[in-house]
């Protein structure tokens, strides 16, 4: 079952929304290079929050964006298949007449000259005492460090024939849902973050970079003659997304929802939220993801 038409009022609302998480995201990043993976689901789930109350887009038409975070599932083998599912509800008055989901898979791509901070369950044994100083002599936080990120920078978390990378394509084959990657990058690519950082923060006009979607499917076949481990660079992912210079580097996170996925473009169709496929992701506490966003678009009764 196919998504309706919606009204272009509805599609330029949810891009609009996720346009400014998007550049949200991007801030973070330019703040603080060298912020974990799941901090950037953090802050994009933060913002979204802010729109959980449904909002009139267009007579008759009312659209509501639901946020449920699970946290990380790391007795899930350390992983999971998607960070984040994308859930559309299409309503006519108190009906509901299509459903479809998105599975994003985040990794972020890392500076070339300075690692990035990795959560661990150490991290968790030791809890805040992370937050103290190591010793009686501890560097300055005055001390300059710039992170620099060029094409041939890495998304340092996405290896190729690991566990989870391997997990990902097994889960396609056997579900035949298909699973995207969310790469956050900086604003544009090549880029230099100086910390501590002067002033205000501009990003400016959009750049090449931004939180970008690819489908792993797309990424598995370009990286298919690469050898086991190897991690997949900015400039990889060039040209995945076909050759137009705004999707060049992957399509920008507000297409791929608003023009994508509610275009009945990208995603998968499903009928009930009790199918096991549906049920197996979101309902389970050791399901395969650790937030849901749920899209419900609400038109008119009849129409």
Known sequence: MTLPQFPPQV??????VFAQANRRVSEKIARVPNCSE????????EHLTQFA???VVAPGW???LDVHFLGGLRHFRNWEIADIGLLIFAKRGT??????VALLQSKRLYPRNHSVIEESMFDYQVGFANLMPGGPSTSLISSPHQFNFTPQ???????TGDDQYTAIEQYEASRSTPVHYLLYNPWRVPETYQVPSYGSLALGAKGNGGARVVSSSSLRQALSMKPHGYKPSFQDVSGLCGLASAHSTGWRLEHFVADLVLK??????????????IQSLFYRRSGPISAALAITVEGPEGD
């Open 95 to 100: 009906s509901v007449v299509a459903q479809k």
């Open 11 to 16: 599609i330029a609302y949810v891009r609009r």
């Open 264 to 277: 009945c473009k990208q995603g998968m169709a499903f009928t009930s939220v009790n199918e096991d496929q």
């Open 38 to 45: 799941p901090s950037l689901d953090l802050t994009l789930i």
């Open 62 to 64: 009312t659209v509501k």
């Open 53 to 55: 109350a449904p909002r």
């Open 153 to 159: 920078s890495k998304y340092g978390a996405l290896l």
